[in-house]
């Protein structure tokens, strides 16, 4: 806190103790959507528990935020009331940032290696900065150890100790740790399966499993984009022949591989200094008539998923990357997991409780 003397201010030393929780509560509480803040303490010089807080508010990708019924925005010395048009010229802002990030994901949906491979629902998720630089990325895409620069990013995704506790330990295959082969591509580079080759063609190799490929691409503008094609797999509970097993849905493998990626996202962040906001979406294909079969169940949902396709976009910034990744990834996934009556199974994944 700040105390005035005659026209000046000086910093008051407040308890640390309790104190961020407290701010935070007021930013998840009180603003409509809630926001999410990053809080840094610092202590006095006598270290008796008082000292002084820092809070970072980020620019939000769901702005504006309603407060007691009502709209706020900030002027040069004042806060002011705002109008229905400013409201509405915010959202719109905000709905074409997210509508750019559909129309990549649908890119990435055409171009598709294995598009006509297969009978397998494939999952995709494209990540696009909003305000980084035409070569944010150049750092790690143009560095001569590259390759070796993107597999230490995915390995310490994979060894990050908060998100295997909010993944319960569950792994799925395949993962990042399977994305072995690395390739130059136009503007950026990829780490993928082996059969997936350097011009994008898939060459399988005669084995079990060639059609479960994953593939993630890092470009120099800091785009990221994600190809996981067993978001199904074959089940047949009379022994039916091959090819005729019913394809069911892995609802955990959107989960968990949405959390990796909103963790990956989040280094690149750190990694090459971007602070900015970000538009994901998240996509999947090939679901009319399948039911979803989570580890948790024996026997497949009987709820049908009526939709050929899934689409979901939303903005994100790195403060909640940080502090609520599993909020993200709610709002990317729930309505796909409520259709699939499977949101609850991955309550802990799909929240920030600490």
């Known amino acids: 806190m700040c105390r005035r003397t005659r026209s000046t201010f000086e910093l008051a030393a407040q308890p640390l103790n309790g104190l961020p929780e407290k701010i935070e509560q007021v930013a998840r509480t009180i603003p409509d959507p809630p926001l999410t803040i990053l809080t840094e303490e610092i202590s006095t010089a006598a270290?008796?528990?008082?000292?002084?807080l820092i809070v970072h508010i980020p620019a939000s990708p769901v702005a504006p935020h309603m407060v007691d019924n009502r709209y706020f925005g900030r002027g040069d010395k004042t806060k002011y009331q705002m109008g229905d048009a400013e409201v509405v010229s915010l959202h719109a802002r905000r709905r074409n940032s997210e509508a750019d990030a559909l129309a990549l994901l649908r890119r990435e949906m055409e171009e598709d290696p294995l598009r006509?491979?297969?009978?397998?629902?494939h999952l995709f998720l494209v990540a696009q900065p909003v305000a980084g630089r035409r070569?944010?990325?150049?750092p790690i895409t143009g560095a001569p150890d590259w390759n070796l620069r993107l597999h230490t990013l995915f390995k310490r995704v994979q060894e990050s100790r908060d998100l295997q506790t909010a993944l319960s330990n569950r792994g799925f295959s395949p993962d990042l740790g399977d994305a072995h082969n690395g390739h130059r591509?136009?503007?950026?580079?990829?780490?993928c399966s082996a059969t997936l080759k350097s011009d994008r063609t898939y060459v399988p190799e005669g084995r079990w499993g060639d059609e479960?490929?994953?593939?993630v691409q890092l470009f120099e503008d800091g785009g990221l984009r994600?190809?996981?094609?067993?978001l199904s797999d074959g089940r047949s509970e009379r022994h039916?022949?091959?090819?005729?097993?019913?394809q069911v849905l892995l609802d955990a493998a959107a989960v968990i591989l949405t959390r990796h990626m909103m963790e990956l996202i989040r280094l690149v962040s750190d990694d090459v200094g971007y602070h900015g906001n970000w538009t994901v979406a998240l996509g999947a294909n090939r679901l009319r008539g399948r039911r979803r079969y989570s580890e948790q169940s024996l026997f497949p949902s009987n709820h049908k998923y009526s939709a050929d396709t899934y689409e979901e976009s939303t903005g994100t910034t790195l403060a909640e990357l940080r502090e609520a990744p599993g909020t993200v990834t709610r709002r990317l996934l729930g309505p796909l997991l409520r259709s699939l009556d499977s949101e609850e199974l991955f309550a802990k994944a799909l929240t920030d409780e600490r």
């Open 47 to 52: 270290d008796d528990g008082t000292g002084y």
């Open 116 to 121: 006509d491979v297969g009978v397998q629902s």
């Open 226 to 230: 994600l190809l996981m094609t067993r």
């Open 212 to 215: 479960d490929v994953i593939e």
């Open 240 to 246: 039916a022949q091959e090819g005729d097993a019913e």
């Open 135 to 138: 070569d944010m990325c150049l």
């Open 185 to 191: 591509r136009p503007r950026g580079v990829a780490r």
